[in-house]
């Protein structure tokens, strides 16, 4: 059985910091494409971050690049979403996904298994 458990989300002000993390259990997931994926209230899921097996390649959205930094330890595995510098309009809850390729997709459909979501909420 795979299982993906996020951790670390919760309530910051904006301008602050949170580190999420999504530990993966249930098989080997170091060959496997992860990605991090949101969705706040009346909205669709949509992309954060991916980071392709070997961490060497990261993609981000254009909404949270420079501020997110995806990263993970395939020892342990675990994905992390560093956020810094959080706004109002990050609020949502957000979703750990592995993708049973090398290859990145910043697709929801495209994603195999996920987490069961953690809550950021960024207060203004």
């Known amino acids: 059985q795979v299982q993906l458990v996020e951790s670390g989300g919760g309530l910051v002000q904006a301008g602050g910091s949170l580190r999420l993390s999504c530990a993966a259990s249930?098989?080997?997931?170091?060959?496997?494409?992860m990605g991090w994926f949101r969705q706040a209230p009346g909205k669709e899921r949509e992309f954060v971050a991916v980071i392709t097996w070997s961490g060497g390649s990261t993609y981000y959205a254009d909404s949270v690049k420079g501020r997110f930094t995806i990263s993970r330890d395939n020892a342990k595995n675990t994905v992390y979403l560093q956020m810094n510098s959080l706004k109002p309009e990050d609020t949502a809850v957000y979703y750990c996904?592995?993708?049973?390729?090398?290859?990145?997709?910043?697709?929801?459909?495209?994603?195999?298994?996920w987490g069961q979501g953690t809550q950021v909420t960024v207060s203004s």
């Open positions: 249930g098989r080997t997931f170091s060959r496997y494409a």
């Open positions: 996904a592995v993708r049973r390729s090398v290859v990145v997709a910043t697709t929801p459909g495209a994603y195999d298994y």
